[in-house]
């Protein structure tokens, strides 16, 4: 079945209650990233113990957007505009907890500077915030803004990634323009419930490992902006615990919590 909501944890665990040892759900940053720091009360439920990983597939970059009539062509630009105007230092998400929340407070932890987060309730009011004037800067998945940017209302500066994407690879990193460590992707993958059986879990690795291995699957993954970033079951899990680390100290600076 498919169940939306709670970050993906709604999904992890309805595929648990089935207990069918066949049932399985995507994950990613926020369920399995953010989310175990976010959530508090999960009545006992733990993502990484509950729901593991069984591979990962792919990742979608955030792009650092502006609205195109500002004076704002790079990251040192924009840093300059929230020295200059503290109070105008704001940029928006599409909800609290996500990777453009988190990924604009580690933004500005990084930077030495204080930015304010402003959720809206979806990405099409986050972009528009910013196409409105009404916050200064998002951090969100480059496919969302993409039509805005080549409309040229939106002006594109930076990748949240460490390497450049290989869909776009014209904008620079936000490494490259001075963000020391700044690297954000939005990935995903599939997880299980615990019980499922090793062989199960083997065969859908395997075969999911040789889809984004196939051409087709790689040109249609571009063309929704995301690119195959292949992980086995034991290192997903490794990688998934590291993210959980990693994002645990941003989400306890930001004050972010859902109930």
Request: charged content about 15%; proline content about 7%; overall charge neutral.
């Amino acid at each position: 079945c498919h169940r939306r909501g709670g970050g993906g944890l709604v999904a992890a665990e309805a595929a648990i209650l089935a207990n069918d040892r066949h049932s399985f759900t995507v994950n990613h940053i926020a369920s399995h990233g953010i989310g175990p720091s976010l959530y508090r009360n999960r009545g006992g439920f733990d993502p990484l113990r509950d729901m593991p990983g069984v591979v990962r597939f792919a990742a979608m970059p955030n792009v650092l957007i502006v609205r195109s009539e500002l004076p704002i062509h790079s990251v040192a630009d924009l840093i300059g505009t929230i020295r200059a105007n503290p109070s105008k230092a704001n940029f928006s998400s599409a909800s609290a907890g996500t990777s453009s929340h988190l990924g604009g407070i580690l933004f500005g932890q990084i930077m030495g500077v204080e930015v304010t987060h402003v959720p809206y309730r979806g990405t099409a009011p986050s972009l528009s915030a910013v196409l409105n004037g009404e916050v200064l800067f998002n951090i969100d998945n480059a496919p969302t803004s993409r039509p805005h940017v080549l409309a040229g209302s939106l002006r594109a500066i930076a990748v949240s990634t460490a390497k450049r994407a290989t869909t776009m690879p014209e904008l620079p990193t936000m490494q490259e323009q001075g963000v020391a460590g700044f690297d954000v992707a939005s990935w995903y993958g599939f997880a299980a419930p615990a019980a499922t059986p090793r062989p199960v879990i083997d065969r859908l690795a395997s075969v999911v490992l040789e889809a984004v291995a196939d051409p087709a699957i790689i040109g249609r993954l571009a063309e929704i902006g995301a690119e195959p970033w292949p992980l086995g079951t034991d290192d997903y899990n490794a990688f998934m615990r590291e993210e959980v680390a990693r994002w645990a100290p941003v989400v306890r600076a930001s004050g972010a919590s859902v109930d």
